[in-house]
């Protein structure tokens, strides 16, 4: 399929080094896919859901042992530790390279290498990046095949050049003791061995997109950012987009599809998708920054899915989706907890046990169906709220840029900062309640700056300095606020209903970056003035307002402490406008 010498030379290295029986170069036609699926039906790696309830749609159950991503088991390696920085694991280039040899000798004997030529982002679009991914794993092909422009075209865009992503995947023996994710930014390249879980294999995701890709941001003066695009279009169609950073499984995806309430909705208003996960932000030549999404599916979360939450993402799902990990009936059905309608009478729990409702284990702890992070993954063009926009090469234009977490009590629903620096700094003090999503204890708080800790390819201090630099050079910069759908009251119950009506604090958002909306000054920026948010047909007390936008100085002293708790681990990395921010932040709770 190519005379490219490099990459030709590249694969005959991991062809001696895994030793498949065969090679299978991926063409991107959907002949070749139903092939690939009958295959993995016939292996039992795969199974046909009941294709009248769920047209075109798969099954795939991972490893118990392999459920979601391992930030332990993931390295950065370069060939100075102080370049990954204090939040990233380290490993020597060599001693990388020389440790994950060992477990890919020999790995794919008896089973098939497969070449998936890819780009993230359209082909053509100076946003977008080539990689080729070598697998063993029919799942990742096909998962691959949604989520990325993949196929011959790809190939034909690379031509000779060997200015691409190499990426070696191979899932070995899925042995948790034998698994790695490296990332190589200084070579272009990701090895991943020993995994078969989503979120760890398919490479053009969160390996190139976020951690790569950040380090080549860097070099290159753009942004690879964990964001999700959407636009709003108000009555009169202007149409505001805005990327918004939030930690997976946080509420990414639902605000993305979100559907406006009724009252919004009369009016005119409308949102559009244009992605739920991931951001690569340039400079326009017309001074302001424009974003494009660089994938072509949703790899979603599955539980607490539903009509309620987003029911645009159920009408996504219905075809062409892979379902993993949820719960599968005798009859090619699936079910997930907080999904839709009852449980089903039995089935087969994601572990490959029989699973019925009411099933505890030996403490009597319930014994979900589902996996906390089961995943579906679905094409991007099956969202009832695509944007006509999604796939331009340009990108779109951006308004804002939000940051957000789950906080309890400190931050108010929404809030503007009063500049491109405090922004920064809001965004790289911004901290969540640990998901099922991520490694960790599920319910602890950590720092998550600009939702990139586990993703920023480099030194997190280097990284805040280059969003500082890179605002330098914006002539129209979007504002910068923070969201929290999370607050709750004195008796534990969230105060902010979510879903569909978060599109009442982005509507205050884009009427803000138009000058249209009043705010009032607070030492933490400026919260919407008394009847400047929209809060029409919403059952609220002006108790509850009040606490929804309360800023509590003694809640805001200790967080301060734990900013700088939190920013010295970078010493004297750390840029000098995020201690200058720091200073004024205190000096302004002091005035107050």
């Excluded at 990990?325 to 005798?330: I, Y």
């Excluded at 605002?471 to 129209?476: E, L, R, V, Y």
Aim: charged share 25%; glycine share 10%.
């Amino acid at each position: 399929m190519t005379s490219n010498r490099t990459l030709l030379q590249w694969i005959a290295e991991a062809q001696e080094l895994c030793q498949p029986d065969r090679i299978v170069w991926i063409d991107g036609s959907r002949e070749q896919q139903r092939q690939l699926e009958e295959e993995g039906f016939s292996t039992g790696e795969l199974s046909r859901l009941d294709q009248s309830k769920w047209p075109g749609c798969i099954y795939h159950r991972t490893a118990v042992n392999d459920v979601a991503r391992t930030e332990d088991l993931t390295y950065i390696c370069t060939s100075k530790k102080e370049d990954a920085g204090p939040t990233n694991n380290w490993m020597a280039p060599a001693d990388a390279y020389r440790r994950a040899s060992e477990y890919f000798r020999g790995s794919m004997k008896g089973r098939t290498m497969y070449v998936i030529p890819f780009s993230m982002g359209p082909p053509g679009s100076p946003f977008s990046k080539i990689g080729i991914e070598l697998t063993d794993s029919i799942y990742v092909v096909l998962n691959m095949l949604i989520m990325t422009h993949s196929g011959k075209e790809i190939l034909e865009e690379l031509g000779d050049s060997d200015d691409f992503t190499r990426g070696l995947h191979g899932k070995a023996d899925r042995d948790p003791s034998r698994r790695l994710i490296l990332h190589f930014p200084e070579d272009n390249t990701i090895w991943s061995v020993g995994s078969g879980y989503g979120g760890n294999v398919l490479l053009g995701k969160k390996c190139l997109a976020l951690r790569l890709a950040s380090w080549f941001a860097h070099k290159e003066g753009w942004l690879a950012e964990h964001m999700l695009i959407m636009g709003i279009e108000d009555p009169r169609g202007r149409i505001d987009y805005i990327a918004a950073a939030f930690p997976s499984a946080c509420g990414k995806t639902n605000l993305a599809m979100l559907i406006p309430p009724e009252h919004f909705r009369s009016q005119g208003y409308r949102v559009w998708t244009v992605g739920d996960d991931i951001a690569w932000i340039r400079l326009g030549e017309d001074g302001r920054l424009w974003a494009l999404n660089p994938e072509t599916g949703f790899f979603g979360v599955a539980p607490g899915t539903n009509s309620r939450s987003n029911p645009n993402a159920l009408a996504t799902i219905r075809r062409n989706t892979i379902f993993t990990n949820v719960l599968l009936t005798e009859d090619g059905d699936v079910w997930w907890e907080d999904g839709e309608g009852e449980p089903p009478a039995s089935g087969i729990a994601w572990d490959g046990r029989p699973w019925r409702p009411g099933l505890t284990d030996a403490s009597g702890k319930p014994i979900p169906g589902a996996n906390p992070n089961s995943r579906f993954t679905a094409p991007v063009v099956q969202c009832p709220t695509i944007s006509p926009e999604w796939d331009n090469p340009r990108g779109v234009p951006l308004s804002a840029i939000i940051f957000g977490g789950r906080r309890s009590r400190l931050a108010p629903l929404v809030y503007e900062t009063f500049s491109w620096q405090h922004g920064v700094y809001t965004g790289a003090t911004m901290a969540s309640e640990i998901t099922a999503a991520q490694y960790g204890d599920q319910g602890a708080v950590r720092r998550d700056p600009m939702a990139m800790l586990p993703f920023c390819g480099y030194n997190m201090a280097d990284y805040f300095a280059h969003w500082l630099d890179f605002g330098k050079k914006i002539a129209k910069p979007p504002g910068i606020f923070h969201v929290n759908w999370f607050k709750k009251d004195e008796a534990g119950r969230f105060i902010w209903p979510g879903f569909g009506e978060n599109i009442r604090a982005l509507n205050w958002i884009i009427q803000r970056t138009r000058g249209e909306a009043g705010a009032k000054r607070t030492p933490i920026g400026f919260v919407p003035s008394t009847g400047e948010l929209d809060l029409t047909g919403l059952d609220l007390s002006e108790k509850a307002v009040a606490e929804l936008f309360a800023v509590d100085p003694q809640d805001w002293q200790e967080e301060l402490d734990d900013h700088k708790r939190f920013f010295e681990q970078f010493g004297e990395r750390l840029p000098q406008g995020l201690r200058d921010e720091h200073q004024a932040f205190r000096e302004r709770f002091a005035r107050s």
